[in-house]
């Protein structure tokens, strides 16, 4: 079982930042994969930015150039900067981390936190 705390999630204006963390109750040693997903209100969840144990990178063409996804080891912690924010980019940021297996692989959810950026 693995347990995923946000953190950093709030109101901005157009064009600032934002840097979401995600603390994991393993070591993210032992996680497949970690990243960011979002669901704005009326849309299908997305993945935002993904990061493998290999450090293997994946950003939506949406948040490219402009986020940047990174993990501390050390702290059990998955990070996402968000810079150059949009009125777009409003959504319940969700950590998600995936674990693979034999028989495929299962995802573990954080609870999610807001990000609202106004124009």
């Known amino acids: 079982q693995v347990q995923l705390v946000e953190s950093g999630g709030g109101l901005v204006q157009a064009g600032g930042s934002l840097r979401l963390s995600c603390v994991a109750s393993v070591s993210i040693f032992s996680i497949n994969r970690m990243g960011w997903y979002r669901q704005a209100p009326g849309k299908q969840r997305e993945a935002v930015a993904l990061i493998t144990d290999d450090g293997r990178i994946n950003y939506a063409d949406s948040v490219k150039g402009r986020f940047t996804i990174s993990r501390d080891n050390a702290k059990n912690t998955v990070y996402l900067q968000m810079n150059s924010l949009k009125p777009e980019d409003t959504a319940v940021y969700y950590c998600?981390?995936?674990?693979?297996?034999?028989?495929?692989?299962?995802?573990?959810w954080g609870q999610g936190t807001q990000v609202t950026v106004s124009s």
């Open positions: 998600n981390a995936r674990r693979t297996g034999p028989g495929g692989f299962y995802d573990y």
